[in-house]
């Protein structure tokens, strides 16, 4: 079938190809033409009386009539009137086997076909009436609406037994299909136009030379090809079965794209499964399809009455008389239909004994090829995870470096495409969440860098000038671009007048602009390429040189930018320019390395400050008394003013610095540089407090807000970020004792710890929706948490019980006594396990227990080493308990299920702490040796060493996806290892770290205890959250 067919035929249903000419089929076409001819010829107009009827509207046209609906007169009713129009179809003969087939189907009456009530004639003109149904044809329904098999099956039931009812009256319809059944109102089926109908006991045919007798997507063989023999009752089973085929599948048996190319594969192919085309089309009813289909006669249904029964064994759910086309059916009929193919075929057969060794030889070529594939997809897996470890790797390094730019290169190199397995896990979520850096906004819209940033006088309205030629308006508040200022070049400077009533722009065009941002129109226009406003007077200095470029102008000329006039003429090279907080003096930056301060108003110079570099940027403190100046190197020198002195410098920035401001009450310089950051300093001691990151690239410009709270930068990455210049501080901090393992709740809402609170012992709950603990449930250990995180068991410390605590409130609600328990003695490990149906611990004798926690009762215990007990845990099934002591490097593991046990050794120094992975497949150990081994609990054999601390390692904790592990080296790190490859992804400094480490069971959050007794909180957002880079 082609692939071009896209579309169904509006009038007869059948599918069409792309190029089909007016969206209709070759055939219907044809009867189109023919239609035009007879209508130009018989031009009727309605309203007319006809004889004893008032025809009212043309419903149908076809090649031998047309048909209207009518009103009959004497009786007022409605009925349908087919006349036989003008031309060939007028002959005598014609007329005469027409109105005796007419008269024999006017003897058909039944409840399912459409029934004739006259036949005559009238002015010469052949006609009959029969019922007019209202409805649609079945054609048009299943257009609509797809039948289901059940619906299918019970319409053609119908359709059959109306047929068979014509059948026995010897009419044979010769041309059934949907376009010819019509349904009524209540959903019955009723046949019609049996304008090809053939009385069985007549001689001869109703034949038209060069017109197809039937619709050629649902005749049969015998009908398509005379040649093929009669055509007879089977005829219509065949097309029947056509019909059924057609509501199962939504397409006839045959379809293509000329009338040839379908009489062909009638004559010639098999249809295909109308299970291929609907799955779930029953096969029981695709056999009753398919047997209809059959190209012998003798093969279809005896009689459209047997298709009907068939039908309604397949509603019932009996079983149905036919049977499959077995395959070696159709092979035998397919060589009846193609004899000379059938002897190729056995030609080719025999000849393939020949080269069957080489087919198995083939054969054995592909399974190679195959494995080799799989092969070559393992390594190219193997590759890409190692790749993706490398890369988490690398972006670590980048964020400590500042250079957010790669580190969310890398990270977005691994958002999986179309097809891939995502590898992302807790290690990628917690840097890209890093990547977002401290920024509040990020406000785009420039396409390259951006070079300044400046505030209103009012903080309303934000602009930034960029190298793209333009200037943008901004809401701050809002985070809206509210307007976009063309520009002749690259713009150097900007700034809002001391009233705040224009905005000064400066570009390479040398051009200094002032825009009012009411009509976002230029009102004043001075030369030059840099300039610097007056916070006091309306007056604007100018430059003709650029800071990028090495053009010298020879003056710095001062304007009142109000009236136009020029104040003064100042002789200096001005690559940098800024006005003291009080208007008096101008600050020029030159091309002799030296800044010179000029009073503007008498063109004097008062100062000349020597500097080792060009300076580019200047920035006076709001009382007058410091100037920061800013050169081609990576120092920043700080002026005192009020002072004969050499500058401070300020050399953090690892490279060059490329702006600073101060702060609006002058307690905070900003500055920003090539290194992505920006860097905030205590104005008075000139000590760093705090660096922002977040830029993918070089910090050109910042700008504080007239309220100091707000600070913007723009960015070689042709952004605008908005900061808050006192940034909380990352990490979440809350009371543990650094020898307990911090426990979520499963919902990841709850953390309990332990700890002494006043002296006193105890377990608290950390709300970490409203970040709060709360207070002791005193002398206990917490063990687990209930699967639904409404409840807390906790062991007290020298008492062997398992209380339950209802969370939040705290509130004791059950007291289970653990069987065969040491009394008075401590208690060690607790946990919950097997979802929380066993309790386990180890006794103070050094008994490994499990016990039933619904009511006490042992279920069993093993002698652990006679050694103090270092640390012991239970796998998440109760299968595995692992017991490691003192001053051992063994791995003491017991089966519960075989009550066996074997030894676990490879590390060189004692094993800190243990943990099962999520599934329990995996267990891994800390040691003092500083390395985390991971090992198979069922074989015992060592899978990987994870080298890389410093010092001890102390604990490790599985993410819950398993792909992820944690460790914690004591005082120094902690580290994230990548378990499918066995790298390391991260290394994070905490220099308080402490003992035990563990992930929340949503993924999202990393818990460590510190040496100051406290748990802290690093956090990872789900995936969901990750939709961007910036």
Request: charged share 20%; net charge negative; with cysteine.
């Amino acid at each position: 079938m082609s692939d071009r067919i896209t579309n169904l035929c509006p009038r007869c249903g059948i599918p069409l190809t792309a190029d089909a000419p007016e969206g209709n089929c070759p055939n219907c076409l044809l009867e189109l033409g023919l239609d035009l001819v007879e209508e130009m010829e018989d031009p009727i107009l309605l309203p007319r009386v006809f004889g004893d009827y008032e025809l009212l509207q043309e419903i149908a046209r076809g090649g031998m009539g047309v048909v209207y609906r009518a009103r009959h007169v004497p009786l007022n009713r409605i009925v349908a009137v087919k006349m036989i129009l003008h031309g060939p179809f007028a002959d005598p003969s014609y007329v005469k086997r027409f109105r005796a087939e007419a008269e024999a189907v006017a003897r058909l009456q039944h409840p399912n076909i459409v029934a004739i009530h006259e036949v005559g004639e009238r002015d010469g003109c052949h006609f009959f009436s029969m019922d007019y149904v209202e409805g649609r044809n079945l054609s048009a329904l299943i257009r609509e609406q797809p039948l289901t098999a059940a619906a299918a099956a019970q319409q053609l039931k119908l359709i059959a037994e109306a047929i068979e009812f014509a059948h026995q009256r010897g009419i044979l319809h010769r041309d059934l299909k949907p376009s010819n059944i019509l349904v009524d109102a209540q959903a019955q089926p009723r046949v019609t136009d049996f304008g090809l109908a053939k009385q069985m006991n007549l001689v001869g045919e109703m034949t038209l030379t060069g017109q197809m007798l039937g619709s050629p997507n649902y005749i049969p063989p015998e009908q398509a090809d005379s040649s093929l023999g009669q055509v007879t009752f089977a005829s219509d089973v065949y097309a029947l079965g056509a019909i059924l085929y057609h509501l199962l599948s939504g397409r006839p048996p045959f379809v293509g794209e000329t009338i040839p190319q379908v009489i062909d594969q009638v004559v010639n192919a098999v249809p295909v499964s109308p299970r291929l085309l609907n799955p779930a089309v029953p096969r029981d009813l695709e056999t009753i399809c398919l047997k209809c289909l059959a190209k012998e006669p003798s093969r279809r249904y005896a009689s459209a009455a047997e298709l009907a029964q068939d039908l309604g064994r397949f509603l019932t759910g009996e079983p149905i008389r036919a049977r499959p086309v077995s395959p070696v059916e159709k092979s035998f009929l397919w060589c009846k239909r193609h004899p000379a193919l059938a002897a190729l075929l056995v030609a080719i057969v025999l000849g393939t004994a020949g080269v069957l060794w080489e087919w198995r030889r083939a054969e054995k070529l592909a399974r190679a090829e195959a494995t080799e594939q799989r092969l070559a997809d393992a390594i190219s897996k193997e590759a890409r995870l190692k790749l993706y470890a490398a890369d988490m790797s690398a972006a670590a390094l980048a964020l400590d470096r500042g250079d957010f730019g790669l580190a969310r290169r890398l990270l977005e190199e691994h958002r999986p495409k179309p097809g891939e397995d995502d590898l992302r896990e807790f290690g990628w979520r917690y840097l890209w969440a890093r990547t977002k850096g401290d920024q509040i906004a990020t406000l785009t819209g420039h396409s390259w860098i951006v070079t300044c940033v400046a505030y209103s006088p009012d903080g309303s309205v934000l602009a930034s000038g960029s190298q793209d030629g333009t200037v943008k308006v901004w809401d701050p508040i809002r985070h809206k671009l509210l307007a976009t200022l063309p520009h002749d070049g690259a713009v150097w400077s900007l700034g809002f007048t001391h009233g705040g009533e224009r905005l000064m722009t400066a570009d390479a065009g040398d051009k200094v602009q002032f825009w009012d941002l009411v009509s976002n129109r230029v009102s004043e226009s001075f030369p030059g390429r840099i300039a610097a406003l007056s916070p006091t007077e309306p007056l604007v200095a100018t430059d003709g040189s650029s800071s990028m470029w090495w053009e010298n102008a020879t003056r710095v000329t001062v304007w009142n930018w109000q009236t136009g006039e020029k104040i003064a003429e100042l002789p200096a090279v001005g690559r940098a320019l800024a006005f003291s907080p009080d208007g008096q003096c101008l600050a020029i930056g030159g091309a002799a390395d030296d800044v010179g301060l000029w009073d503007v108003h008498n063109a004097r110079l008062i100062r000349s400050l020597k500097t080792e570099k060009t300076p580019h940027c200047l920035a006076f403190s709001p009382d007058g008394s410091t100037l920061v100046e800013l050169g081609w190197t990576r120092d920043i020198l700080v002026w005192n003013l009020q002072h004969d002195e050499p500058p401070q410098l300020l050399t953090n920035h690892l490279l060059g610095p490329w702006s600073a401001r101060f702060s609006p009450d002058g307690k905070v310089l900003a500055t920003c540089g090539s290194d992505q950051t920006i860097r905030l300093w205590d104005a008075k001691t000139l000590r760093q407090t705090a660096v922002l990151q977040g830029h993918g690239n070089e910090v050109w410009c910042v700008a504080f807000s007239p309220d100091g709270r707000t600070l913007a930068s723009g960015s070689k990455d042709a952004s605008v970020m908005l900061w808050n210049p006192a940034p909380p501080a990352r990490a979440e901090s809350f009371r543990c004792d650094d020898g307990v393992r911090p426990l979520y709740s499963r919902d990841g809402r709850w953390l309990a710890t332990a700890g002494l609170l006043d002296q006193v012992w105890g377990t608290s709950l950390v709300d970490l929706k409203t970040k709060t603990q709360s207070g002791l449930i005193t002398n206990t250990v917490p063990a687990s948490f209930s699967e639904d995180g409404k409840n807390l068991f906790c062991v007290p410390v020298h008492d062997p019980v398992l209380e339950t605590w209802s969370v939040p409130d705290q509130e004791l609600k059950a007291s289970v006594p653990l069987a065969n328990a040491i009394p008075n003695a401590e208690f060690q490990f607790p946990s919950l396990v097997a979802g929380g149906r066993l309790c386990f611990g180890i006794q103070s004798n050094g008994l490994a227990c499990l016990w039933r926690s619904d009511d006490g009762s042992l279920k069993t215990s093993f002698k652990g080493p006679a050694a103090p007990i270092r640390t012991s845990r239970a796998s998440a099934d109760g299968r595995w308990i692992a017991v490691t002591v003192e001053r051992e490097n063994v791995v003491h593991l017991f089966d519960t299920t075989s009550n066996t046990q074997k030894l676990l050794q490879g590390h060189r120094d004692f094993i800190s702490d243990v943990a099962f992975s999520p599934d329990d497949a995996m267990m891994a150990t800390a040691s003092m040796d500083g390395t985390v081994k991971l090992w198979d609990p069922v074989s015992g054999a060592e899978l990987a060493t994870l080298a890389g601390h410093m010092q001890e390692a102390e604990d490790v904790s599985f993410s819950p996806d398993g792909r992820t592990l944690a460790s914690v080296e004591q005082g120094q790190a902690v580290k994230l290892w990548h378990v499918p490859t066995f790298r390391e992804i991260l290394t994070l400094k905490v220099l308080r770290a402490g003992w035990h480490i563990r992930f929340s069971p949503d993924g999202e959050a990393l818990a460590y205890t510190t040496l100051d007794d406290t748990v802290q909180l690093l956090h990872a957002p789900p995936l969901d959250a990750c939709v961007d880079s910036n």
